[in-house]
């Protein structure tokens, strides 16, 4: 009986997945296609053209600044953010239960643990500019993501505790990613330090590619999972 229950379960997983393969295939053919027709902006006249009549998606090359900066011990220079993650080491003790069946046929439950530690985030910190120019317009912080932070290092700070440090200069040129329109840009516009447009369009699709990758790393070890409890369940229960 446990190898049937392993079996459906198998079919089932396999069902699921597949649906939900196909809606992130969709989603990601769409943001692909978004991502393609997305205009290239390299000047101010382009870019207040592009807000004034609504164009839509576009990357745009220019020079974030941080109107009002902030500063930081640990940091050298003005920044546009810093964030510091508190951690703590957590300890873990896993415990495994089920049963063994014996070349006779006969079944003998197990218990045994499994003691490893973790970093965990308790607590983060955060500071940022209230404003950035970009392009000579002046915007609410809020509408800029980023990517990722420059990592600052590791410092520990007590007994199974540390900080993780990062932050971003309060001046960077890169491309931002946004929709233009309404005379302005889109809230959560993403800005790519260091980047031109061209390359950055190249790492957007090729990170939709890996969105894919992620899901099968993920739903694979899920599914294995399930077909062992599946198969012990049989195997219990009958």
């Known amino acids: 009986m446990g190898i049937l229950f392993a079996t459906i379960a198998f079919a089932i997983m396999v069902f699921i997945g597949m649906r939900i393969l196909t809606r992130i295939d969709n989603f990601k053919t769409d943001k692909r296609a978004e991502i393609r027709k997305a205009l290239e902006i390299n000047s101010d006249e382009q870019f207040f053209y592009g807000m004034r009549t609504n164009a839509?998606?576009?990357l745009v090359y220019g020079t974030l600044c941080a109107v009002d900066p902030v500063k930081v011990f640990w940091a050298p220079g003005d920044l546009m953010i810093w964030k510091v993650e508190v951690k703590k080491r957590t300890k873990h003790v896993q415990v495994n239960e089920g049963v063994d069946i014996d070349v006779n046929g006969h079944?003998?439950?197990y218990r045994n643990e499994t003691v490893y530690?973790?970093?965990d985030t308790v607590s983060t910190k955060i500071g940022h500019a209230n404003e950035v120019t970009f392009r000579g317009e002046l915007y609410p912080f809020e509408k800029i993501s980023f990517t990722?932070?420059?990592p600052y290092g590791s410092v520990n700070t007590?007994?199974?505790m540390m900080e993780e440090r990062y932050a971003l200069p309060a001046k960077m040129t890169g491309t931002l990613?946004?929709?233009l329109g309404d005379n302005t840009i889109s809230y959560g516009s993403q800005f790519m330090p260091g980047t031109e447009p061209?390359?950055?369009r190249e790492g957007m699709i090729q990170g939709q590619k890996?969105?894919?990758c992620l899901f099968y790393a993920m739903w694979i070890p899920l599914t294995l999972f399930v077909m062992f409890m599946a198969f012990l369940f049989g195997s219990i229960s009958f």
């Open 148 to 150: 990722a932070l420059n």
């Open 177 to 179: 990613y946004t929709t």
């Open 107 to 109: 079944r003998r439950p």
């Open 56 to 58: 839509g998606k576009a």
């Open 117 to 119: 530690y973790t970093w």
């Open 198 to 200: 061209s390359r950055a």
């Open 210 to 212: 890996l969105f894919g």
């Open 158 to 160: 007590g007994i199974d």
